[in-house]
């Protein structure tokens, strides 16, 4: 069955970079897009960006350009996402979902998600 | 950016009740809509795709409609498990999700 199994909470102060991990499992790794999308405390959901695990092409979302780098290793089945120049704003939730397999546009909605990483930006 | 904007923001109903949400785009997204459910401390669920497509494994009481700028999700006959916060999203363009309707117990 498919799995996305994400790395555990972590903690930073502003200025500081965090890079999240995304392991799959239960499919052809390299068949399915990957997304990152974070979530504030009672907040609601904002997509960061895509990542083609054959290949990393990437695309960011604009508001996040410049401070965020999607990566991919194939030999893991695993993607990253690296958040640079951290600010109190940045704490929230992040997931990485998948492409759907049922995707009958050049976009896709997400049809297995992570189980979520807490990240606290606190000085 | 295509904006998404749902309404309401909170809907309060009872077991058995017919749900509706409205999910308005800033521009045309053809068929090009999501709908989630999302629980708290859990990650959203897909419920419908290509605004009108059940997930395999999603209850046949949800159901979604609409095309262009106007969508809807209704559930038919609300369950005590579907008290939860409900985003749409649109993929015709990147991705943008509206802002959430919390379905809470009346």
């Known amino acids: 069955q498919v799995q996305l199994v994400q790395s555990g909470a972590e903690v930073r102060k502003p200025g500081a970079s965090v890079k999240l991990s995304c392991k799959a499992s239960?499919?052809?790794?390299?068949?399915?897009?990957m997304h990152w999308v974070r979530q504030a405390p009672g907040q609601g959901l904002e997509w960061m960006g895509i990542?083609?695990?054959?290949?990393?092409?990437?695309t960011y979302a604009q508001k996040f350009q410049g401070r965020v780098t999607m990566t991919s290793d194939t030999s893991t089945s695993t993607v990253y996402m690296d958040l640079s120049s951290l600010r109190s704003e940045d704490t929230a939730v992040y997931y990485c979902a998948r492409d759907s397999t049922y995707c009958a546009s050049a976009s896709c909605p997400f049809d297995f998600w992570g189980q979520g990483t807490l990240v606290t930006v606190s000085s | 950016d295509i904006q998404m904007t749902q309404s309401p923001s909170t809907l309060s109903a009872s077991v058995g009740d017919r749900v509706t949400i409205t999910c308005r785009a800033s521009?045309?997204?053809?068929?090009?809509l999501a709908w989630y459910q999302q629980k708290p401390g859990k990650a959203p669920k897909l419920l419908i795709y290509?605004?009108?497509s059940l997930q395999s494994g999603v209850p046949s009481r949800f159901s979604g409609s609409g095309s262009g700028t106007e969508f809807t999700l209704t559930i038919s006959s609300l369950q005590p498990d579907d008290f939860a916060t409900y985003y749409c999203?649109?993929?015709?363009?990147?991705?943008?999700f509206g802002q959430g309707t919390k379905v809470e117990v009346e």
């Open positions: 990542i083609n695990p054959s290949g990393d092409s990437t």
């Open positions: 999203q649109q993929y015709g363009s990147y991705w943008t």
């Open positions: 521009q045309s997204i053809s068929s090009w």
């Open positions: 290509e605004a009108s």
């Open positions: 239960g499919y052809t790794f390299t068949s399915f897009h």
